[in-house]
DNA sequence: GCCGACCGCAAGGATTCCGTAAAGATCCCG
DNA sequence: CGGGATCTTTACGGAATCCTTGCGGTCGGC
């Protein structure tokens, strides 16, 4: 199912799009200003974000920024100001989409499937197995070859899977952290140290001698198959 | 640089958006019909399209589905048309975003920045292939032929990676120190010497006598390939 | 042939980074 | 409100990396 997070003060649109995604089978998440909606995108992690501009603690570009920083995630914006130099800042700043109110329904669902769309065509597989163990980014499954599932938790299952999307690639610590743990955080190095232990003492056959989950010094850690 | 392929069967229009898009850079090739249009699509591979719905010999969802059978290069729509059904209809059949004339040429090519934006992340992969190894810039991997994969160190990395971006270019040791250690490095030439002797070690197959990284006496390195 | 400038190479100490275990804090659910 | 799971924080031994130094070799000018 796909998630979206709305970033709104004004609480009748709010209560209009909850309504209207809710019934088209989204699951909503709202904020009601930029600070808590900067925050509720580290948490949630939605598939997309509608926001709207003029929020009362930040500027919309701000907020747009403040996503972009590291994540992403599909970037709609409604606003009641159609100057073109408004809408150029925004777009530039990161947003997908800009759609000027009052606008219909109907085309801005339309604009969500749009955006959202575009995604999965370049995560591809959603399932990688290897030969020690398989897992299923979709469905959040992990089994061994044995067959016998492995239970994670939310915080190891969300490092896996950023690894995992970027299968082969080197993710730097800070994409990790900020990913998994949200954007401010870039120092706590540690954390990543702890729940790698983790993850290999769950899915390693040799957990002192990784195979999968490999560290590069320095740098970060690569999901190697 | 980017190029876009505009259809549309308005000359006045097409003369206009050629100029402005390449006065930022684009190149422009354009179609005036639907039929034309497709063809162009296949043949010259542009990084986004710009099509006007009404054209004389097509629907414009029509055209919009015929580039979607087979790729996913992004699509603004142009229209004069702003009927939210309409809008609807394109962006279901794969449009990226749709456009309403009279439109800002300004937000249109902010639009078009953004469009082409979500896709160098997934497709513009830099790697450089020689007979004796592969090196992934984005991946920050590198394997020998055989296969062996390489170990590098975040210094060699970077060392590595500056020399790569100036492939067959001479960089200068001051460039490389500042580069790779920080502005304010510019007499340790020490280092690049060490560091250099290491990334031969591992890539070259005589490192004595290097045939990709080579020593320019007096000035710095070179990449070749 | 001598000399200086420059480069390659190896090795060792200092420093940073990583793996691991374990304890305290917090959250969630019944 | 209690108990279990999860998250955060800390500490330390060991590993990897960086910086430094010294020596020997090569090349070109004189």
């Given at each position: 199912m796909t998630s979206v997070l709305v970033i709104d003060d004004d609480a009748d649109l709010l209560r209009a799009l909850r309504i209207n995604l809710s019934a088209r089978d989204y699951r909503v998440a709202t904020a009601g200003d930029g600070g808590a909606g900067l925050s509720a995108v580290a948490r949630e992690h939605p598939d997309a974000v509608i926001v709207d501009l003029g929020?009362?603690?930040?500027e919309g570009a701000d907020v747009i920024r403040g996503v972009r920083g590291w994540s992403s995630v599909p970037i709609i914006v409604l606003s009641a100001r159609d100057q073109e130099a408004q809408k150029v800042e925004a777009l530039d700043a990161g947003a997908d989409d800009y759609v000027t109110k009052p606008f219909g329904m109907d085309e801005l669902l339309a604009r969500l499937r749009a955006a959202t769309r575009r995604i999965p065509a370049s995560t591809g597989a959603p399932v990688i197995e290897t030969a020690d163990f398989r897992l299923d980014l979709q469905a959040k499954l992990v089994r061994l070859t044995s067959g016998a599932p492995v239970r994670l938790t939310p915080t190891e299952w969300q490092l896996l899977e950023t690894l995992a999307r970027n299968r082969g690639r080197l993710v730097s610590r800070l994409q990790l952290l900020q990913q998994v743990w949200g954007p401010e955080y870039h120092t706590e190095t540690h954390y990543l140290r702890v729940y790698i232990a983790q993850l290999r003492r769950k899915l390693e056959p040799d957990p002192s001698r990784p195979r999968y989950l490999l560290t590069e010094p320095g740098m970060g850690y690569r999901f190697s198959d």
């Open positions: 929020l009362p603690d930040m």
